[in-house]
């Protein structure tokens, strides 16, 4: 098949999943068009089958204060879709993506039938989405979309919830790990093991884009009280507008020579495979790829039992699932999973295995079934 891909190119789950998707797809065969405003940040080398296309910002007139991304984005979209022939444009993320591919499918006519698909991540439906600038031009997009999916139960049923499009037909595909990259470090891999913390210390890791919604505060909070009563370092990856307020809470807290911030990373499997512990502390997570990314790297998680997080982390074998906010909960079950060294390695052992259910193998042809039931209709 020949499929556009839309996503944001930015650091954060949803650019990750589309990326990861269109390297999956090109190794199947497909033709893989991706159409941004940058290059994804996973997508950055040479890959079989996928080719991207940029999206036009030059263009700049006195009357454009505000630069209409999402015109340039339909423009695109119309011109790769006609140009390559695609049969199906996937869009992730639905603000702007959904609407601007309604617009470029529009735009086709008779010159070329496309079918639409999108991709509801998260905060597209549960805050942005919301807002009453974007509410119903979103509501639009996704009830006109040939298929929509969410990554999880969760993020579904709250589309049906806050939308009321029952009749959208949501289709849950959870999100997927690459199994060849985001594998448990193995004996023969000491020697190149990023080693961070120092001997006799253990590693809490967390990755985000550091936005509100993921309170990397608390999980620094969490952190101070583990380094009180034992050695430990906190490694976060990633950057945004809470980083600053992170690294003042460190300080406060006086933890700061024990919290590295280590900003955007690409190689997010080597810093996983060096962790004790995953750390979220989100107030909302659709689904929390980087949760599933830890636990396919042996890595138990502790993070808020909200959204979709309970359909990834099984609380008390793949991690520890705790009340949004409890953040002495949570500290004490941090201390618990890195002390007892029995619970600690049942619990890489499940996170290993419950990882293997969502293999990229398992997953991506439920994309290509529905692109083709899709295109069928
Ligand atoms: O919706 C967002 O916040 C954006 C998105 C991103 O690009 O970071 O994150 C969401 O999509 C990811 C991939 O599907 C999910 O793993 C994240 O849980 C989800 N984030 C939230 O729901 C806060």
Redesign the pocket.
Known sequence: MRIGLTC?PTY????A?AAELALALGRRGHEVHVISYSSPFRLRSFAENVSFHEVDLSGTYPLLEYFPYSLALAVKQHEVALREQLDILHVH?AIPHAPAAFLAKQMLEEDHEIKVVTTL????I?LVGLESSFFTVTKFAIERSDAVTA?SAFLRDATYQEFGCVACGIEVIP?FVNLDEFRPAAASDSAECVRIAPPGHKTLVHIS?FRE?KRVPDVVRVFAKVRERMPAILVLAGDGPQRPDAAQEAERLDVAEDVRFLGKVDAVAELLRAADLYLLA?R??????SALEAMACGVPVLAPKV??LPEVVEDGVTGALIPLGDLEGMSQKALELLSDTALHASMRRAGIERAMQFDTDHIVPLYEDLYRRVIAR
């Open positions: 944001y954060g789950g949803s650019g999943v993320y991540h998260g905060t597209d549960t990554v999100n884009n919604v989100s909302s997570e659709s689904f929390g790829l959204g979709g």
